[in-house]
Structures are given as C-alpha cells and as structure tokens.
C-alpha cells in the first residue's frame, strides 16, 4: 500500500512531457496524501495535461455514503475488481511524485523510510482516475523493496508514459511487462507520520 508521496515543482518537471498544466501551482508538497488535489498527467486527443484531481476513489456505482475511498488498485487483480477495471480500460492517468513514504513494521514500532529512484530522477506512478478522483496502482514489491514492505507503487519510466495513456493498449498486461526503474531508501523521522507536518525535514536521512 502507498499513502503518502512528495511531490515539488510538478509544472517545470513535466514541462517537456505535458502540453499544458490547468491550475497546477509549481509548490513543494513533502506529506501528500489521500484527500488532497495531486497533480496527474492526462491524455487527450490533443496532448497531454497535467492537472489536480483528488487522490481517493469513491466508485459511482456505491450508494454508501461513508464509503472509505480506494487509495491503492492491486494490479494484479486491477482486471478483475468492480471498482477498477473501467477505469484501467478507459481513464488511465500518471501520478507524478519525486518519491513516495513507506513503514516497516518492527516488534515495537514502525518506522518509516523515504524511496526514490536510484537515478534521482522523477517518478511517474501508474494510475487511474473516475470523474475528478485517482487512485495509485500498486504491485508486489522488488526484492529490496520488500525489505520494507511487500506492495510498491506501479512506477513507469519516462518513455513509458505516452504508452500506458495509449487506451489501445492492454493497460494491465503493459504495466506488468515493462521494465521498472531501481529504487533506494533510507530511514526518516517518524515526524512524516503526522499529515499536517509539511517540510524538506520529512526526507532527511537519519541513522
């Protein structure tokens, strides 16, 4: 599961990749989470934009009112969940995020580490989104990944991303074929834990 990322700059990073960015600030987001408006990149017929929609899905289709909405998509079962597999079919979207927060379970506590890609470079995380909400796909973790953890955010490389937005394609059988980028992690301050804390401390190494 992937409930909190970081994300700066998203408008002069994805300035090569998008035609246009709609109400999307250049701001420094270091504890993004669920219930907030992230930035996404979307397709349509004249390129590409990159624009907020809220990270949480409520399907159409429930008439529960305290619904919890669905932050993270399994790809592995992405073709098979009633509240999915549209979504993988017709809105697909691109999460962009410099790196993502995950916990580790210990005896006594669960700390928490920061994951980046190894190069340093962007990330571009798998989604879909339904009206003006997304949610990340998630998969099993890599093998040094699932030291932390055992799930991980779908992450497309750059050259990838006009592909997985091509609704021609197999959105699923193309997230599982293609290659991953290498990521690295490090422990952080278990002030990331509370949501309202929003600082470059929240990715500072420790130990």
Request: aromatic share 10%; proline share 4%.
């Amino acid at each position: 599961m992937c409930g909190r990322f970081v994300i700066t700059n998203p408008v002069a990073k994805t300035k090569s990749i998008v035609k246009k960015a709609i109400k999307v600030e250049d701001i420094e987001n270091y504890n993004a989470h669920p219930a907030q408006n992230l930035p996404v990149i979307k397709k349509y017929s004249n390129g590409n934009t990159l624009e907020l929609l809220k990270w949480g899905i409520v399907p159409s289709w429930s008439k529960k009112k305290e619904f919890k909405p669905l932050i993270n998509a399994r790809l592995e079962t992405i073709d098979e969940k009633k509240s999915f597999k549209k979504n993988i079919k017709l809105h697909r979207c691109v999460v962009v995020a410099d790196g993502f927060y995950e916990w580790r379970r210990d005896i006594k506590e669960k700390k928490p580490f920061y994951f980046l890609r190894d190069d340093k470079k962007m990330m571009f995380i798998a989604g879909i989104f339904e009206n003006s909400q997304f949610c990340l796909i998630t998969e099993e973790a890599s093998e040094n990944v699932n030291e932390i953890h055992h799930r991980q955010p779908v992450i497309l490389n750059e050259k990838n991303i006009n592909d997985y937005l091509n609704l021609q394609i197999d959105g699923s059988n193309f997230l599982k074929e293609a290659n991953k980028p290498k990521l690295e992690f490090y422990e952080i301050s278990k002030d990331v834990n509370n949501p309202t804390n929003n600082n470059i401390s929240l990715i500072k190494k420790i130990n």
